[in-house]
């Protein structure tokens, strides 16, 4: 319950303190979005001081004319309702953009991130049990060298290759403008088909390092004494590799994969941007480009977000893989 | 070494061998830089990163001096590669040479690494070894800052950085932003390693006699994780260089000079390399390059992954006068061994 408790106050603080970061952002740096905003209101003209100041606080919930303290908390409590700002860009309200965007996003990343996994953990477990073989060595090799790939070089592959050259797959968009939204087999079979590349190019470039990793740990625990004793026991095989070996190797690579989501939903950005995919990174690049810090600000704020909720979840579940979790904090200090 | 008997207590006893200052620097320059390079040596590996990191420094430093500088009508507009031997990598839509590119493209990128690199190192080195250290508050408090830190998903935040701060090109700069919180999963990693280490009898003994934090950690726990700490430095190498051609790719990042990620960029924008295979090869080659560029790193790493392993260690110590025997042995059991390094960070 502890440990709960813990991870749980450790979640909201996140996201309080990217919160506080991007007011920062917003209202403290010389030359940042309160002043370019001040100087495009005042060279559109016509306005006083205070109605630019007051514009400026309906677009970015920090209106420059009030003390800097309530200034935080007219911010904070603004975006606990669900008000990220206005876009400058396009007008409508960021949150209203980004909420269209997001489940897409989450779809792309969780798909590749679970793919990436699930083969690498199987290679890897694999390699290990054949371990100096012939397959153990090319798979290492193609580990090695698909890892040391990054994911937009074979994004930009696929879509020069699969999507212009060939036309095999689309080179945009989340599924065919024809079709609207909806549970028909026409509606999934084409947003899988338009998610197939990034998700692909995210997911083969990412399984290598898991494989590898699988490959050392499962090696190490192949090497216990207590491999032994369940060998003794007469165990069955499956039930050695499954309970035994499996799951002790993968446990050390939890960690990892906490680290991995934020890394996968920060490669969205990219990867959106090259296979036109609207998600939250594709509005992101967007309004840097224009120059639409209300946007900027939310999608950096709703990624985030998003990563939080994914590592806790995942976090939540260490607990109750690993016992050993709770222990700690017992420690004497120095 | 052997003791002289009967000076009474066994405090006063004094070593009758004595080692000269040179003796000594000699001895650890070969315990703690030879014997780790003949064990990175013995690796394929090894030799193999070796040799492709050495091409992209000779690149970055000789190859300047060579290699005449892009500029506009140098050759042919839109040549392809391996055509002629003026152009061996052909030429760009407004007649560069993409080889000069490439080669002018490699010293920011260097200097670009270089920052990116020691500063994670030296912030993730220092958290990480006062907070496993110390303990206590301190830690906790450290500890929350650090899984904040390594909660932010990076690449946005740098992006938001980037578009929000006012950056000129400077690559030093550059190269710190990119690693603005990589630093954090080191620190976490190094701290459960530290955690192993401050019981140990040695480090208590110097802590009982009074010697001062920093000492301790300089030169009882620091020497310790050195090897991990190696390999690290790559791989935030290569996350840096991995990061800063996506951001420049995508034309986030401000620039002064040629870069290989500008390159792709202007490949894109300019000729449609994606959908037109008469451009194709300006946007292949800076992708090849940061490709063997990042095999490099990765083989460097896994093969310095191996000065872990005691058993390889010691086998290769026989010209050391004493080893420790066991270094910080094999991961402690969080976060132990290599990270994952599927995506960046």
Request: net charge neutral.
């Amino acid at each position: 319950m502890n440990y709960i408790a813990k991870r749980t106050a450790q979640a909201v603080f996140t996201v309080f303190a990217v919160m506080s970061l991007t007011f920062g952002l917003i209202r403290i740096l010389p030359g940042g979005p309160t002043d370019f905003l001040r100087a495009r209101l005042i060279r559109q003209g016509g306005l006083s001081r205070a109605q630019i100041n007051q514009r400026i606080g309906a677009l970015t919930n920090v209106n420059p004319d009030k003390p800097l303290f309530f200034q935080y908390v007219d911010y904070m409590t603004s975006i606990l309702q669900g008000d990220f700002g206005t876009s400058t860009w396009y007008g409508d309200p960021v949150s209203g953009i980004l909420l269209d965007a997001i489940p897409w996003t989450v779809f792309l990343m969780a798909s590749s991130l679970s793919l990436m996994f699930v083969i690498g953990v199987t290679l890897g477990a694999f390699m290990a049990y054949r371990e100096g073989s012939k397959f153990d060595v090319s798979s290492t090799v193609v580990s090695l060298v698909l890892n040391s790939t990054p994911y937009y070089v074979v994004a930009l592959l696929f879509i020069a290759f699969l999507g212009y050259r060939w036309q095999l797959f689309p080179t945009g968009g989340r599924y065919a403008s024809e079709l609207s939204p909806g549970f028909s087999v026409a509606f999934i079979a084409s947003v899988l088909y338009h998610g197939a590349l990034p998700i692909t190019s995210l997911a083969i470039t990412g399984f290598g390092g898991w494989a590898l990793n699988m490959r050392g740990n499962s090696i190490r625990v192949l090497g216990e004494d207590y491999l032994r004793v369940a060998r003794l026991r007469g165990l069955s095989e499956s039930r050695i590799a499954l309970r035994y070996v499996a799951r002790n190797a993968i446990l050390p690579m939890y960690t990892g994969l906490l680290i991995a989501i934020g890394g996968v939903f920060g490669g969205s950005i990219i990867l959106e941007q090259i296979f036109s995919y609207p998600g939250v990174g594709y509005y992101l690049i967007r309004a840097i480009g224009q120059r639409d810090y209300p946007v900027m600000m939310g999608g950096f704020l709703i990624i985030t977000i998003a990563v939080v909720i994914g590592i806790y979840i995942a976090d939540l579940t260490y607990g109750w893989v690993d016992p050993r979790a709770e222990r700690g904090g017992s420690r004497e200090s120095y | 070494m052997s003791h002289t008997e009967g000076t009474g207590s066994d405090f006063e006893t004094v070593s009758e061998a004595s080692l000269s200052r040179e003796e000594r620097y000699r001895q650890a320059l070969d315990e703690h830089v030879l014997a780790p390079l003949r064990i990175v040596w013995s690796d394929w590996r090894a030799r193999l990163a070796v040799f492709i990191i050495s091409i992209y420094v000779l690149m970055g430093t000789v190859g300047v001096m060579i290699v005449t500088p892009p500029s506009p009508n140098q050759g042919p507009l839109l040549m392809g590669p391996f055509q002629t031997l003026a152009h061996p990598l052909g030429t760009t839509f407004s007649g560069q040479d993409i080889l000069s590119q490439l080669v002018y493209a490699t010293p920011p990128m260097l200097k670009m690494i270089a920052a990116g690199a020691v500063f994670t190192v030296a912030v993730a080195t220092v958290i990480g070894t006062v907070s496993g250290y110390k303990g206590g508050a301190l830690d906790s408090g450290l500890m929350t800052i650090t899984d904040i830190m390594m909660t932010i998903p990076g690449l946005p935040l740098i992006i938001v950085l980037a578009g929000v701060l006012d950056l000129k090109g400077d690559p030093y700069v550059i190269g710190v932003l990119l690693s603005v919180n990589a630093w954090a999963g080191l620190a976490r990693a190094l701290r459960s390693q530290v955690l192993t280490l401050r019981d140990a009898e040695y480090v208590e003994a110097s802590r009982i006699m009074g010697i001062s934090t920093p000492s301790i950690l300089q030169k009882d726990i620091i020497p310790n994780l050195m090897p991990y700490i190696t390999m690290n430095f790559v791989q935030t190498a290569r996350g840096v260089i991995f990061g800063s051609v996506a951001l420049y790719f995508l034309g986030i990042l401000p620039y002064n000079g040629v870069n290989w990620g500008v390159m792709m960029n202007n490949a894109n924008s300019k000729a449609g390399a994606v959908s037109s295979p008469q451009a194709f090869h300006w946007l292949l080659m800076p992708m090849l390059a940061v490709i063997v560029l990042g095999l490099g790193l990765t083989l460097f790493a896994q093969a310095a992954d191996r000065l872990f392993n005691p058993r390889v260690r010691a086998r290769h110590a026989e010209s050391v006068a004493e080893d420790d025997g066991d270094g910080p042995g094999e991961g402690p059991e969080e976060g132990g061994g290599a990270q994952p390094t599927g995506v960046i960070q």
